[in-house]
C-alpha cells in the first residue's frame, strides 16, 4: 500500500535533495576508478588498496556505485558461463 506525503514530508526531502553536496572526481581519478573497475568486471586480480579506494569512492557517489555493481553482474555472468 502506497504511502501518500502531505506537502511537509514533500518539502522536507526535497530540502534534504537538492542540499546534498555533488560529489565530483578529477579526470585522473576517475580513470582509475575505472580502470580498477574494468579489471573487476573482467575477472582480473585487484589489490586490497583499490578495493578500499573503490568503497570509499562508491559510497559516496552513486555513479561509480552503478558502474561497480554492473561490473560485478559482469564478472558474475562470466564466472557462471565457465569463461574465468
Request: charged share 30%; aromatic share 4%; no cysteine.
Amino acid at each position: 500500500m502506497a504511502k501518500v506525503l502531505n506537502q511537509y514530508q514533500t518539502y522536507k526531502i526535497h530540502t534534504i535533495l537538492i542540499n546534498m553536496p555533488i560529489r565530483m572526481l578529477t579526470t585522473e581519478t576517475r580513470k582509475k576508478v575505472e580502470e580498477i573497475i574494468r579489471r573487476i568486471g573482467n575477472g582480473n586480480n585487484v589489490s586490497l588498496d583499490e578495493r578500499i579506494q573503490l568503497r570509499k569512492y562508491a559510497i559516496r557517489i552513486p555513479f561509480v556505485a552503478g558502474k561497480l555493481a554492473q561490473a560485478l553482474r559482469k564478472r558474475e555472468s562470466l564466472d557462471k558461463d565457465g569463461l574465468l
